[in-house]
């Protein structure tokens, strides 16, 4: 499709020209998945999912973490290759063995990591891994590269040292990488995440220009709002299959979000007394910022009640992780309260929130919530290794065992032996243990993130079912999850998170799915502000 | 494009043998490795081998000389343990051995009156602490700013060996020493007793309690399992409320206290004076040491005599007309051979059809 440049180096940046001619013109797509359908153990990734893209838009693939987007993308750059379905690059079939073919067919992946050389130059990056001459002509490279910029917009120095450019800069130089080596087919995976406001106005007029110039563009994103705002057409995928593609014009902010989440579910809920009166945990006005140095907490409030169960729902990243670890103390309040039993422990180093009786269950299982190269044993002391009762100076190996060995009798985890690392473990047996070790020091609040991702039906049920023990037991539950099924199921009020405050926080009884799916979108919920 | 190849794939959990074995195939590996070296040189690798073997652990004296040897190894590569356990790249056990002679030389040339049983544990305590605080130099920008340890240890080892050099060559010097770069000799207060009737001082035996008293800090006491789980994940430790600053002053000071040991017995032990060359890169073999050991301080006591012996017959086929530094070669491909190795704790080698697609 390509000719392979004789002299190797410059290879023509007007590629993306080329499709107008057939593509453009006669509405083939120029990119087509068809039933596209793959598998991991115990999982289905993608289930019959088709979308396809015409030269000229600019196309969202919208969902959830864990909806599937990510392989489907994987599968079509070649990283992947799907068990059932077909891939039409301009209504030819073709079958992509290795990442190679799939960028000789044109298609280019920005990653969310960028996969950039930092100490070598923008030209030297974009070279990087193309076909040379023995001899570079670096100065060829740069025009070339400047070229690109012109025509796109893409204005970056083709001297400049990686480290020297910032996020953005970096970005287009990603960009620039991919139309270099003549991709038409442009993927991004979460180009915002990273991004300023101004930024992603940039960004998009950048690929709107593409787009305008007969190339496909594909973004992958979870905000609902950029994808009104820039998107022509939006496929959602929920649980690995495509929901619906829909025009931009045909839709609204609103249905987008219930896509998301689904609609049919059941609303069995499991039996209960009524939640206590008396409030464990109270959270007021606080603020707080993520990894990137911006706002992620923006005024939370919220009082939990003895012997209640709250659902944090929301899209993922619109702060629920960051609660969760200002609450355990991982992460620095700028401004607000907690309030533990009428203490105040904002900002207190973990160590004394754990000991005041705060149990975390964190997203990240392995690697935060157990050391996968510690044994069980090891593991199981993460947390109570400074008691009286495992030791003083030496720890007492036995008891430690003993422990160990009652949990994991107790909740049934399944593991070959209480000597082996931990990341032997299947995912629903590690949960187990986390959870067994979480509760055994009697907390008072738990504070769990997605306790059942990745989950099967099985283990999912002894999760839900442990926490509704703690819950009369008088422990009060904070659960973040990013699905409403369970929500329903479990929790005794919902808050919906958005933008890193609650839009509302409601008894699940009266709360109903649109009106959830409005406030997970960005509307003030209409049942009353948090407590 | 199906042609048969060579792969690796990931391995669960490593059998406990299989890293025994690599430790021993990569001194398999690096005599032969060493062997074509003499080759080319003309020499009978057999013959030079069992002449540096029969040097080393063929006779009383030799073996003497091993022992003694291995106990700055030993003590240096105690200390490097701890603080590789947790991560943390203290590659400047020299330096820190240097620091610990320099203040245990003080307390012995400019307290001469002090009685042996006050001398000695004051020399001992001296070099703890300028070990230790040594090796803070370097371990407070990592703990509060993030520098990386790496180099400013390393960096931190040519300080200390100048400083002792201008003390040797300057102030120090022995008025009586010739114009030799030395102080004057300690006096007998501030000498290591030797072992029996052995040429053995009594650092083997502060290495060997230091080695048990590591072995039950780091797996049976509180501190070892923080030190271990930090190692291990530094999220999961701070989620479990350890302090991981404080763990990084910590351990960072006990290494450099160890190698301020191996600095004080060998001024104490062997030399009787503060001097030029004090360690002909002890600090640096304890680094492979440490590793060859892995990490275990058992296994690192072995290895310790090991190595020393490896440097006592080093000296001895200088009488076969070969340079010393064979050894250093030596060392070095052990080193090499055994990090190349550690591929294999990790994955194992396939021959056969790489499962396309994923």
Known sequence: ????????????????????????????????????????????????????????????????????????????????????????????????????????????????????????????????????????????????????????????????????????????????????????????????????????????????????????????????????????????????????????????????????????????????????DETILKIENLHALNDKGRKALDGVNLELKKGEIVGIAGVAGNGQRELAEVITGLRPATEGKVWLDGRDITNRPPRQIIDAGISHVPEDRLGMGLIPNLNSIDNVALKCYRSQEVGKLLLDTACLKERAAKMVADFNVKQASLYMPVKMMSGGNLQKLLLAREISNNPRVIVAVYPVRGLDIGATEAVHELLMQEREKGTGVLMVSEDLEEIFKVADRVAVMYGGKFMGVLPVEEAEVEQIGLMMAGSPGVGGVAS | MNNKILFLEKRGAAPAYLSFLIALLSVVFALLFGAVFLILTGHNPVDVYSLMFGGAFGSAYGLSETATKAIPLMLAGLGGSIAFKMLLWNIGAEGQLYMGAFAASYVALFHPELPIYIMLPAMFLAAVVAGGVWALVSAVPRAYLGVNETITSLLLNYVAILWVDYLVYGPWKDPKGFNFPLTAPFVEAAQLPYIGSTRIHYGLVIGLVGAVLLYFVLNRSRWGYEIRVIGESQKAAQYGGMNIRRNILLVMFLSGAFAGIAGVSEVAGITHRLQHGLSPGYGYTAIIIAWLGKLHPAAVVIVSFLFGGLLVGGYTIQTAGLPAATVSMLQGAVLFFLLGGELLNRYRIRLGFRKGGN
């Open chain 1, 1 to 276: 499709m390509f000719f392979m440049v004789a002299e190797g180096l410059v290879r023509p940046a007007v590629s993306c020209i080329t499709c107008q001619g057939d593509a453009y013109m006669t509405q083939i797509p120029l990119v087509e998945m068809r039933g596209i359908t793959k598998r991991f153990p115990g999982v289905v990734a993608n289930d019959n999912v088709n979308i396809e893209a015409y030269a000229g838009e600019i196309y969202a693939l919208l969902g959830e973490n864990g909806a599937g987007k990510s392989t489907l993308m994987n599968i079509l750059t070649g990283l992947y290759r799907p068990d059932e379905g077909e891939i039409y690059i301009r209504g030819e079939k073709r079958v992509f063995s290795s990442p190679k073919d799939a960028i000789d067919a044109g298609i280019g992946m920005v990653h969310q990591h960028f996969k950039l050389v930092y100490p070598f130059t923008v030209a030297e990056n974009v070279i990087l891994g193309q076909p040379t001459s023995t001899f570079l002509d670096m100065e060829k490279v740069e025009q070339a590269i400047e070229e690109i910029s012109q025509k796109y917009g893409l204005w970056v120095e083709p001297k400049a040292k990686i480290w020297q450019l910032g996020v953005g800069e970096q970005q287009r130089v990603e960009i620039i990488k991919m139309l270099y080596r003549g991709a038409n087919i442009l993927i991004l995976d979460e180009p915002t995440a990273v991004l300023t406001p101004q930024e992603v106005r940039d960004l998009f007029a950048t690929l709107r220009q593409m787009a305008d110039q007969g190339c496909a563009v594909i973004f992958i994103t979870h905000k609902l709002h950029e994808v009104m705002a820039f998107a022509d057409k939006i496929t959602v995928l929920r649980g690995g299959k495509s929901v619906a593609s829909l025009k931009k014009e045909d839709t609204t902010q609103e249905e987008l979000a219930r896509l998301m989440v689904g609609r049919e579910f059941s609303r069995k809920r499991i039996p209960r007394k009524p939640a206590g």
